[in-house]
Every structure is written in C-alpha cells, then in structure tokens.
C-alpha cells in the first residue's frame, strides 16, 4: 500500500515556473515507477511525465518536453515536477501516482497505476 500526497501548487503568471512535490508513504517507494497526470476541467486524466524506479529512465509527454522535468529522491520517498515556461494550457489538476512495474510504454498509461494522490491545483494566468 502507498499513499501519496502532492503539494506545491497554485496560481502563476504565464512564463513562470513551478515546482510540485508529492510525499509517499510506506517503506517500498523505490519499487515504484512513478508518475504525473493532469486532468483539465471537463476533459480526461492525461500523462505527463514518468520516472524509473532508480530515477535513471524518464518519459515526457510531448506537449511539456523541454519545459518540465521529473525528478526524484528515493531516501525522501519523493517525486518531483519543475514546471517552467507555463502556459494558460496547462492549468489543471496535477495527480502523482505509482505503478510497480518496470517504465515502459504502459508507463503513460492510467490504468497502469495502482495508487493516485488526491491531486494539487495549478492555474496559469495569461
């Protein structure tokens, strides 16, 4: 069992940055491959970013490529998201979530995840 909490959002001016955490329970969070959505309102849950359990292997979506970077830090059971270059586009509701299979393609995938936190509003004002 995991339990994440993610923090760190809020409301930026377009061209800022922003930097997301989310904190996990348990004693197994370096088995996890680990992830983050967002889910705009109206509109479905959509992969952002993922990382190795080891944190040696990243995946992006193509739309934050080069503007958004994953991060994490397995002594701290921590995942993080620094945001920057922000657009109105992505304002959403940011989820962390862990899977404990190995990152691959599946690794964009919701139903690939087992745990979800309860999720951190960023709204990016134009």
């Not at 109206?42 to 080891?54: M, N, P, T, Y």
């Not at 944190?55 to 397995?74: L, P």
């Not at 586009?89 to 989820?95: K, P, R």
Request: aromatic share 12%; hydrophobic share 35%; with cysteine.
């Amino acid at each position: 069992q995991v339990q994440l909490v993610e923090s760190g959002g809020g409301l930026v001016q377009a061209g800022g940055s922003l930097r997301l955490s989310c904190a996990a329970s348990g004693r197994t969070f370096s088995s996890y491959t680990m992830g983050w959505f967002r889910q705009a309102p109206g509109k479905e849950r959509k992969f952002v970013a993922a990382i190795s359990r080891s944190g040696g292997s990243t995946y992006y979506a193509d739309s934050v490529k080069g503007r958004f970077t994953i991060s994490r830090d397995n002594a701290k059971n921590s995942v993080y998201l620094q945001m920057s270059s922000l657009k109105s586009e992505d304002t959403a509701v940011y989820f962390c979530a862990a899977h404990p299979g190995p990152i691959g393609i599946a690794s964009m995938t919701r139903m690939s995840y087992d745990y979800w936190g309860q999720g951190t509003q960023v709204t990016v004002s134009s």
